[in-house]
């Protein structure tokens, strides 16, 4: 692998901040991490910015295909490059950006539950996660490094600080593991903060009963949208256009003290919960 330093500089290519264009400069750790994947030779990776190939080309080396999709064409057009300089024909580089691109249908494309891998720009980790969650039934599993506190907010569970929306939404629909850290220096250019790579394993089966996924999510944004308040206020000052009477009558009917703070909540008081307003509607 040549050091992301080398290869922008030959392409005269600038890294850009908005873009959150910190590569891999370490290939052991790319290797790792697509170790830790666990990519079968039958495998459709979708690698979300591939950025110079860190991942990509090991991920290729192990799967059947890399559908990979990156928003900078004058990254694309390296890595291109890159990729046939080294012989590697089974990755499918595609320009556009991850938040308006169709993942069911790449999942329906590649005829089999996609493994998604990336180093995701920090910026946009959160909303590639939900539209994960929303597409979870063409993705198996994913492989994401994230900011670390990021990952500590998603795998985080109640009564911590970090727990929060994605803490939630995660647990109802998947298992999350740590699977590794990296440090700052091991990217070029080095970013202000560590890395940690986690696993997100999305559920066949939901593990509650709830057949109103919708309004559940809607719900813990109305919770967690105002984080310091009770679950009365939270719910009853929120889009869900509830009044506090009714708030503290379903809450109370779902197990959960109306004066509680969504911090505290199991997955399964949310879902209790949903269940009781879908009634009520
Ligand atoms: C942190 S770099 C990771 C690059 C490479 N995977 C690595 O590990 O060295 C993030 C990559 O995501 C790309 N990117 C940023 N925003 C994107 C978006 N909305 N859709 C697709 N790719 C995006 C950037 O151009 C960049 O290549």
Not at 34 to 56: F, H, M, Q, S
Not at 113 to 120: A, I, S, Y
Request: aromatic share 4%; hydrophobic share 45%.
């Amino acid at each position: 692998m040549t050091s992301p330093r080398t290869l922008l500089t030959a392409w005269n290519i600038q890294a850009k901040k908005q873009l959150g264009q910190n590569f891999l400069s370490d290939p052991n750790v790319a290797r790792a991490i697509v170790n830790r994947a666990g990519i079968a030779d039958r495998d459709v990776v979708l690698e979300i910015g591939p950025g110079l190939g860190a991942i990509t080309v090991p991920a290729a080396s192990v799967a059947r295909r890399v559908i990979a999709v990156d928003k900078d064409g004058r990254i694309i057009d390296l890595l291109r490059a890159e990729l046939l300089a080294a012989g590697v024909n089974n990755v499918d580089v595609r320009e556009a950006d991850i938040l308006k691109t169709d993942i069911d249908a790449i999942g329906r494309e590649a005829g089999c539950p996609l493994v998604v891998m990336g180093n995701l720009p920090y910026n946009i980790s959160s909303q590639v996660i939900v539209r994960l969650i929303h597409a979870r039934a063409h993705v198996r599993r994913a492989v994401l490094m994230l900011q670390k506190e990021m990952a500590q907010r998603i795998c985080a569970g109640p009564g911590s600080k970090t727990y929060g929306r994605l803490s939630v939404m995660l647990g109802y629909c998947a298992q999350t593991e740590t699977l590794m850290q990296v440090r700052a220096p091991q990217f070029f250019p080095a970013p202000k903060v560590d890395s940690t790579v986690v696993g997100i394993h999305f559920s066949d089966r939901l593990p509650l009963p709830d057949d109103d996924e919708a309004l559940l999510f809607q719900v813990v944004k109305a919770a967690f949208g105002k984080r310091r308040k009770t679950m009365r206020n939270a719910l009853s000052q929120s889009d869900l256009k509830l009044d506090p009477a009714t708030c503290e009558q379903m809450l109370i009917q779902s197990g959960i003290d109306p004066m509680q703070r969504a911090e505290h909540l199991p997955v399964a008081a949310f879902v209790r919960l949903c269940n009781q307003i879908a009634i009520h509607r």
